[in-house]
């Protein structure tokens, strides 16, 4: 199954099992949904729950606030992540509020979701993350979906909770294939260990899980070691538990991400490490990330702007030979 | 119009249109990337638009390459920057849907739909505020008028009694979602009737864009604050390269195409002006070796080196904050 199959699936099925369930955006009914996330649904459950928006993102969100509130449960799709910025303030200031601010009185099952980061060549306007600024506001629960199996078992779950939830999708995962696993039970909040390993704790999410995959057999070999990769999954809360269980056992960790470093939500990571882990470190953190630049257009200047397979290898065995690992 | 107008507003929609032609053909073979939009089929809109609104500022959005040129940046420079070449207009960072030059005049790249409105709206009070009159000219689509940004800007604009034009290229779609599922009415002048004047055009015929913006033009020149006109077009291709436009159906991409800018251009050029085929043809030829140099301007021109990743981040001593 395709990673956008697995998040129509999740859709889907939490429409069929609670009629309350709407999906709202821009092109998600007729058209299906620009990456197609939300294809043949406007068919199944008709336009009163597959409500195409006109480009307006504050009302896409402050709308599906008013839903939730009024006994629906809204799910919104924006484009990408640079157009959510447009209901930034319907996000943080009503969002993820209006629970705590009502002492408990008003709750808000809803979901936001959106794709984010680069693509290919969509500059400057149409490539930047923003999981560091929505996982800083109280009130938000956060997850990102790297692999198929994720994106289905989160999305169905986040669509059916009480909770207020941002969904971050990568555009480059569409198309990303893998197994939904309908049997083994299912934790939205846990990390997953993508692969095990004793030297070298690597914490990533999204699409960088991949490029830090792609690099990792030749880290191996460079450094005559293995590492451990950690998928983080649910951004806000963190499973400080599963990192800490790995960190302990490799006594380093690299944390890496794609968006730019300055203020980057890696650095929460390693902040983390620092304070609570000070002790079971052999090596000083590290952080790979992308560049403090607007990304650019140019192929090349794109790829030298995000963290790319190669470059987490040298970093990473630069990082290791100055630290003794 | 005189005749060597009315030829030049010809010829550079020709241009347009090969041009994007051969944009299109170039991103198939892999040289462009990104969002490709296309302008075919409003190409008499957005070159007489340009052509009409002779100075001041335009602000526009990402299907702007034909607006570009005809504005009078070099279609060398618009192509190289299509294929992310340093030779481009933006030096390659910008691409497609950004393509600024202010020695034009040209702020012709926001890819945030609406996002330029406001800015629009700053610029022409800059201007007032500095004595120049040449008004400011601001082009969006039918899909940016439901936006917040949008109301508002109508609002800051006309209390100001700002030198602005508000020209929406109505082509009755944002990407796949037809303007009426998302709007009450077809016609989005109607957003802006309380706010100021409002005048509408066959955004097919070339010549009566002209007039409509040249009267446009004069009026915000003239005092009497923001005026909002509209166009009424069609786009043949799809939103973007990435669309495969399936929610027309063939009918009515038929009557679209049937009202075909260029061809009725040159009908203008045959009836009105008395130009003969020969004469047409040559301007065509013109226009076609002129994207073809382009071309291969664009093809043969150098990327930007790496260190230009960290260039003007900031206007002077651009810190590599991280090296
Ligand atoms: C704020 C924002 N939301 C969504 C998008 C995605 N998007 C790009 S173009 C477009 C449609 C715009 O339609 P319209 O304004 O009618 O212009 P047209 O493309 O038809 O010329 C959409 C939804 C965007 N770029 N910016
Ligand atoms: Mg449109």
Redesign the interface.
Known sequence: MLYREALNKAIDEAMAVDETVVVLGEDVGLYGGSYRVTEGLIARYGEKRLIDTPIAELSIVGNAVGMAMGGLRPVAEIMTANFALLAFDQIINHMAKYRYMSAGKITLPMVVRFPQGVSRQLAAQHSESYEQMLSAVPGLIVFAAGDVNYAYHALKYAILSDDPIVFIEHELLYNKKGEVDLNAEFDPFKARIVKEGKDVTIVSYLKMVDDVMAAVPEIEKQLGKSCEVIDLCSLNPIDFKTLESSLKKTGSIVVVEEDHKMGSYGAQIISWAAEEMFYSLDAAPLRISGADVPIPYNRRLELASIPTPDSITEQIVSWAGNNGI | MNKLLAEEIYYDMVLGRLFELAAKEHYMAGDI???LHLDIGQEGFSVAAMKAFEKGDVFTTYREHVMAISRGIDPQAVMAELF??ASGI?R????S??LFDPSHFFYGG?????GQIPNAVGCAYARKFLGQEDGVMVVFGD??T???AFFESLNNASTKKLPLLFLCENNGY????KIT???PFEKQAKKAEPYMLTMEVDGMDAVAVYKAVKEAQHLIQDGHGPVFLEAMTCRYEGHSMSDPGN?RSKEELEICKAKDPIERMEKVLHETYLLSSEQIDTLRQRAQKVVDDAVEFATAAP??E?E???TE?FCKGCAN??S
């Open positions: 990337a990104g969002f992310g070449k933006s390659g960072r910008g691409g849907m950004h926001d890819a945030i739909v609406g899909g940016a439901s936006g917040g944002a990407i796949g979602t599922r998302v709007a929610y990327e930007p790496l230009e990743l960290y981040v904050v991280v």
